[in-house]
Structure formats: structure tokens, C-alpha cells
């Protein structure tokens, strides 16, 4: 085919996956409606086409669908009569089923995924499952096409929603925590430049040594906490201000909304 991968949709999630893709395909076609968003990301990808909607549905291998969960069935019926055999259609909205998508574009060739932003630079979560006609050729084809995203792991669709409250929205809540402990080291004098870098670093090395020890995130908060020493004192306060319990219930808001969207 013409393009090994295509996205339709340049957005904030959009582009960072054509991104990492970018990294692992020979040819790349994006489209979105916003043509400053589009020339933006293809000045970012040297060779990248900027076409249309039929041209990329048309010759385009993987096509990403990457458009709001609103929209997104209208988008996928637009591509009924313009999808080839051989098309493999990838979805990413939050809330909408994969059968739904299928049913829209008239085929069961078709994926869905739950990315998250950090993909971009290599280091996103995705979670996909397939449909009932995709084969395993097809699918080790997809995870080629991914391999530069990230970690990508299978799960059941059941679960998207909750698992998706987590990876999907979850950058979002480091960040916010990034940001909290930069704010509490300039509020003990440290410069704001340096006390970004900080948190960044410990926040990547703590979540590098909690994947790769394969210890329980309890196990290894105790190796930091000496009796009667500071990090304990900070613990504390981090309880006592129900640190754990805003965290969890973060999740369980993002996963509610998820399921609102469905209505």
C-alpha cells in the first residue's frame, strides 16, 4: 500500500502517536482539519504526506483514528466506502466500543487502543485488543508498527475504561505531583529550574526502580523511610493529608466519566 500507517487527527494524543510511529514505519500520512496543526507535525516528521481524508483511507495500512469520542462514529462511517480489504483501522476514543467502530466502517479489521501522551518520546502505556478478524499476522504487524510507543499490552476490553483512568489520565496526575514537589523545594529556597529537574529525575528513577525490581511499591517506600528520619516525617504528612486517597479516587472519577460517555 501507498502508506504504511495514516492518521486521521493531529491533536494533543494524535500527534504524539504519530510520533512514535513515526519512528517504525517507512511511509506516514496525517490529516486534520486544523492545517496549522497538521504542518506543525509534519515539520516535526521530515517525509511525512499531508493529504486528505479519502486519499489516506484509501492507500494507508494502519489507519488511526485519532478524533473525539463525539465524533468519531461520523468520521468512521465516512471511511465505509473508501477502506480497502487489506485497511486495519485503529481506534483511540475513550468510551466507544471497538464493535462500534467496526459496525461503522463495515468491517471487523479493526483495533482499538487507549495510548497515552507519553508515547511520544517513547515511554507511553497503550492497551489495545482486536477485532474478531484480525489475524495473528496483522496483529504482530500492529505491534511492530508500535514497538516505539512504548510498553503495549493486551487486555480484556471490559476493562479498558479502569485501566485507562490509570495509563491514559494518569501523566496528567504526575505531572500535578511533579509540579507540588517542585513547588514544596522553591518554597525551601531551592531555584525553580533546578527544583523541576529534581522532580523529574526522581520521579523517572522511582518509576524505573519500582518496574524493573518487581517489588511492591510498599516494599520500596519502607526502604526510603528510616526510623525517626525525614522521609517518614514527610509520609506522614502526605497521609495525613490523604495523599493515597485523592490519588485512587482520581481513577475512579476519570473511569466514572469514561463510562458517562457511553450514555
Known amino acids: 500500500m501507498k502508506y504504511d500507517a495514516g492518521f486521521i487527527g493531529a491533536g494533543n494524543?494524535?500527534?504524539?502517536?504519530?510520533?512514535?510511529?513515526y519512528k517504525s514505519v517507512r511511509s506516514l500520512a496525517v490529516f486534520d482539519m486544523d492545517t496549522r496543526k497538521i504542518e506543525a507535525l509534519a515539520a516535526q516528521l521530515p517525509g511525512t504526506t499531508v493529504t486528505d481524508t479519502a486519499d489516506l483511507a484509501a492507500n494507508a495500512r494502519f489507519v488511526f483514528l485519532a478524533v473525539k469520542p463525539n465524533v468519531i462514529l461520523k468520521v468512521a462511517a465516512g471511511l465505509?466506502?473508501?477502506?480497502?480489504?487489506?485497511?486495519?483501522v485503529v481506534t483511540m476514543a475513550a468510551g466507544v466500543a471497538l464493535e462500534e467502530i467496526c459496525?461503522?466502517?463495515g468491517s471487523s479489521r479493526c483495533i482499538r487502543i487507549m495510548p497515552n501522551t507519553p508515547a511520544s518520546v517513547g515511554q507511553g502505556m497503550i492497551l489495545y485488543c482486536c477485532g474478531k478478524d484480525i489475524s495473528k499476522e496483522d496483529e504482530t504487524e500492529f505491534l511492530s508498527v508500535m514497538q516505539a510507543a512504548g510498553v503495549i499490552d493486551k487486555l480484556d476490553e471490559k476493562l479498558f475504561d479502569a485501566a485507562a483512568a490509570l495509563s491514559g489520565c494518569?501523566?496528567?496526575?504526575?505531572?500535578m505531583f511533579a509540579?507540588?514537589?517542585a513547588d514544596g523545594a522553591v518554597a525551601c529556597g531551592v531555584p525553580r529550574d533546578k527544583?523541576?529537574?529534581?522532580?523529574?529525575?526522581?520521579?523517572?528513577?522511582?518509576a524505573a526502580m519500582l518496574k524493573e525490581s518487581g517489588k511492591h511499591p510498599e516494599k520500596l517506600k519502607d526502604e526510603v523511610c528510616s526510623p525517626g528520619g525525614t522521609t517518614i516525617e514527610g509520609v506522614m504528612a502526605l497521609e495525613q493529608s490523604g495523599f493515597r486517597y485523592a490519588a485512587a479516587s482520581a481513577v475512579k472519577a476519570a473511569c466514572e466519566k469514561t463510562a458517562k460517555l457511553k450514555k
Open 13 to 21: 494524543m494524535g500527534g504524539a502517536l504519530a510520533t512514535a510511529v
Open 80 to 88: 465505509k466506502e473508501l477502506i480497502s480489504e487489506d485497511t486495519i
Open 103 to 105: 459496525e461503522a466502517v
Open 170 to 175: 494518569g501523566p496528567a496526575y504526575v505531572y
Open 179 to 181: 509540579e507540588a514537589l
Open 195 to 206: 527544583a523541576a529537574l529534581y522532580a523529574a529525575q526522581t520521579i523517572l528513577g522511582s
